[in-house]
């Protein structure tokens, strides 16, 4: 029992971390709408002087848009000349001269409009109780020019850990919350966590502490991307699933077992091994491959018998091999298409919030433009199911994903297209040149910092299609490249298993060649058998 504890574990400690992405993911929405209220802006854009009102209108706003979202405790707007606004459901303190520090200033300027999430902002903010609070960070940029005009900051209340996890709690289950340096933020404290397992920098962990009557799990798990540690105790009472009396009754069964196994081992040892023994000898068994079936004759007629039921069951052993085989390769085509359904949710997240970005901005023709291709690109992705689409399609999926991607990074690269037309209409597997492309923009052009090429090419040469993907990144030397090809490198969107996946398919294992000049370019050649 114990052990399937310990195996659903991780699972459901990633699930509460996805629980609380999700609440994070609704704050940003709630910044978001404020950063582009026009009368915050106004406020942001304004000399403090002149208007009087600008203050009072943003802070309206502020109200109205705050007041639908749950555990806000106080929203700060920071001008760049260190003037701010502030509302607030509770009391709370803020230290100007940290907040006004370059140092506090630094890491939220470099995430460029992303979010950042610290404890008390990092001694920025407190409260009148002294209960720590969340404090929700990003740069506030122009609309129109991209540059910071300011800072807002969403203080949370820790009740919004609470919501990841109130589901799962049961009398056999505790949960809480530790920052970094092990303090903790919600939820009663777990005694076990301060002397039997110490809170650490692992992503998960989990120990199991056995007991003759009570057996219990501790784990703690580290969500990506914040400042929060989860974790968690399951006790597990054997007294809970066999009373007293069945204890005994299985005590007795247990005895009773052992005593018959005993006689029973005697008893196979003298009138059933020692035959077998003599039947074994004439038993040819490959290691890992087919069963031979012998037609030697034994001497005595139960060896006789028992040869031809062998002999029969060899049979059967080929014929269930074979069948086994055959389940494994489907298991392995079912998991390749599993892979091929799958999309990554803050693709489409980021592309929805694109165009509501557009929509604020009145921009009618691009948001028709835009929702037009994120229609094509999800009916080409999903193909009406089919397994294998032509390379045509493939390079349409391409096409439409990296026109979505100008809207959202308009600026950042420039895509390319060399194809030889004859060569499109040939099959390929589904979605093999996607994750290529997108790692060329994450890994490749935008760590750059400046306008890249992305250029896909088709081609013919050595009775081979040549397909090319080409970025003008920052490329990857040789120890780089060799993490990526055996899959270790967990920031790349699944080359291994785009590489495997096409060798499956295929029954080749000469897949691909990698090009690339460390801070020049970077290209991956997928070579397909005509």
Known sequence: MIEYMMDNNYNSMVSIGNNLNIELGAISSMSKLIMTNKNVVDYLKSNKDKNSRLPQNAITSIYDISNTFNYISSVYIFRLDEDYIDIGREVTYVDKKIINSEKWREEIFEKAGSYVIKINGDGAFSTRTGTPIISFVRVINDMDTQKPIGLIVINLTTNILENTYKDMINNDKGFCYYDKDANILFGEKIEEFSYQVKIGDEKF??????????????????????????????????????????????????????????????????????????????????????????????????????????????????????????????????????????????????????????????????????????????????????????????????????????????????????????????????????????????????????KGIIKISVYKKDKKVHITVYDSGIGMDKEQISTMIKGNNKKSFGFKRTMDRIGYYYSIEDVFDIRSEEGVYCEVDIKIPI
């Not at 080929?318 to 693709?347: D, S, T």
């Open 205 to 450: 962990k989990q120990v199991a502490i056995q007991g003759l009557i009570n057996s219990k799990v501790l784990s703690y798990y580290n969500v990506p991307d914040t400042p929060f540690i989860i974790a968690k105790i399951e006790n597990l009472y054997i007294s809970k699933y066999i009373s007293p009396q069945g204890i005994m009754i299985i005590t007795i069964i247990i005895a009773l077992t052992i005593v018959c196994l005993v006689i029973i081992g005697v008893f196979i040892s003298v009138y059933i091994i020692k035959p077998i023994e003599k039947l074994v000898q004439y038993i040819d068994i490959s290691n890992f491959g087919w069963s031979k079936k012998e037609s030697t004759l034994l001497s005595d007629n139960p060896m006789k018998y028992l040869k031809k039921i062998n002999d029969n069951k060899l049979v059967e052993i080929n014929r269930l091999v074979e069948e086994l085989l055959e389940n494994e390769k489907a298991k392995q085509r079912a998991e390749l298409e599993v892979l091929q359904e799958q999309i990554k949710p803050h693709f489409l997240y980021n592309t929805l919030g694109t165009i509501a970005d557009l929509a604020i901005q009145n921009n009618d023709n691009e948001v028709y433009d835009a929702i037009e291709t994120l229609g094509n690109f999800y009916r080409k992705f999903l193909s009406k199911g089919s397994k294998e689409i032509t390379l045509r399609d493939e390079i349409a999926i391409v096409k439409n994903y990296l026109k979505l991607q100008n809207l959202r990074y308009e600026g950042v690269f420039e895509d390319i297209y060399d194809l030889q037309e004859e060569l499109l209409d040939i099959r390929v597997p589904k979605l093999i040149l996607q994750p290529l492309v997108e790692n060329s923009l994450y890994h490749g052009i935008r760590p750059k910092g400046e």
